[in-house]
């Protein structure tokens, strides 16, 4: 069992965590497949995103998320054998307003924020952090991005930004994600202790959930099971 009282900072991943990711991707593709003929099932077309998002995340040149996004929807037309107009690439980033929380989320940040210093530490670009951040109901402490450290996890250079900008020793912070390699490992290999938010996906190992073994110091189902654990 972990012993909360130790944590001052709670670290949240924020898509797939707190943002329900895979409806908000599914929303965005699933009309463009559609205008293209192109059929894929869930699992598949997770983990068709998830390779395309990969490769764009590890350019060499850094691109910022919605450039990532863009080339994601690219890619599936490569691949699946259609070019997808201007509108339709841009589309996947600019849907990302509209993605919702999770139905547990508000309720859980905010009664954990009575406890702890909440900050997000997401693979994003601040301006559509932006348009996130009032759909959750706190005001988060500290908001750590792709974009400021010029990398994407599971690179550890922006946990490190997240230490630098906190000043809190690893001993007092707990990260909490949805993702083992995106979130759990580095952390974990920085001494920073983890909770696993082990959410139902359509597929392990695709999309948010891309499988990897590694072991949290806790996992629950939500976020509401995480704020009970830390009020016991």
Same mark, same amino acid.
């Given at each position: 069992?972990?012993?909360?009282?130790?944590?001052? *900072?709670?670290?949240?991943?924020?898509?797939?965590?707190?943002?329900?990711?895979?409806?908000?991707?599914?929303?965005?593709?699933?009309?463009?497949?559609?205008?293209?003929?192109?059929?894929?099932?869930?699992?598949?077309?997770?983990?068709?995103?998830?390779?395309?998002?990969?490769?764009?995340?590890?350019?060499?040149?850094?691109?910022?998320?919605?450039? *990532?996004?863009?080339?994601?929807?690219?890619?599936?037309?490569?691949?699946?054998?259609?070019?997808?107009?201007?509108?339709?690439?841009?589309?996947?980033?600019?849907?990302?307003?509209?993605?919702?929380?999770?139905?547990?989320? *508000?309720?859980?940040?905010?009664?954990?924020?009575?406890?702890?210093?909440?900050?997000?530490?997401?693979?994003?670009?601040?301006?559509?952090?932006?348009?996130?951040?009032?759909?959750?109901?706190?005001?988060?402490?500290?908001?750590?991005?792709?974009?400021?450290?010029?990398?994407?996890?599971?690179?550890?250079?922006?946990?490190?930004?997240?230490?630098?900008?906190?000043?809190?020793?690893?001993?007092?912070?707990?990260? *909490?994600?949805?993702?083992?390699?995106?979130?759990?490992?580095?952390?974990?290999?920085?001494?920073?202790?983890?909770?696993?938010?082990?959410?139902?996906?359509?597929?392990?190992?695709?999309?948010?959930?891309?499988?990897?073994?590694?072991?949290?110091?806790?996992?629950?189902?939500?976020?509401?099971?995480?704020?009970?654990?830390?009020?016991?």
């Amino acid at each position: 069992m972990l012993d909360f009282s130790r944590f001052s *900072v709670l670290t949240f991943d924020c898509y797939g965590t707190m943002i329900d990711w895979e409806t908000g991707i599914f929303s965005a593709l699933r009309p463009i497949l559609v205008a293209h003929n192109k059929r894929l099932t869930d699992i598949a077309l997770l983990e068709l995103y998830s390779e395309l998002e990969l490769a764009a995340e590890q350019k060499q040149d850094f691109l910022n998320y919605r450039d *990532v996004l863009e080339s994601v929807v690219g890619g599936f037309g490569e691949q699946l054998g259609f070019a997808p107009s201007t509108a339709e690439m841009r589309s996947l980033p600019e849907s990302l307003s509209n993605w919702q929380p999770f139905s547990d989320t *508000v309720g859980a940040l905010r009664a954990l924020k009575q406890h702890y210093k909440l900050a997000v530490i997401s693979n994003i670009d601040d301006d559509l952090f932006a348009l996130t951040a009032p759909k959750l109901g706190v005001t988060f402490d500290y908001v750590i991005t792709a974009q400021q450290a010029r990398c994407y996890k599971p690179c550890r250079k922006i946990f490190g930004l997240a230490r630098e900008r906190m000043g809190v020793h690893p001993d007092k912070w707990l990260h *909490v994600g949805q993702s083992i390699y995106h979130d759990v490992i580095p952390a974990q290999s920085l001494g920073i202790s983890t909770v696993w938010v082990n959410r139902p996906s359509p597929g392990m190992g695709a999309g948010a959930t891309k499988a990897v073994t590694g072991k949290p110091d806790l996992e629950v189902a939500s976020l509401a099971e995480l704020a009970a654990a830390s009020a016991n």
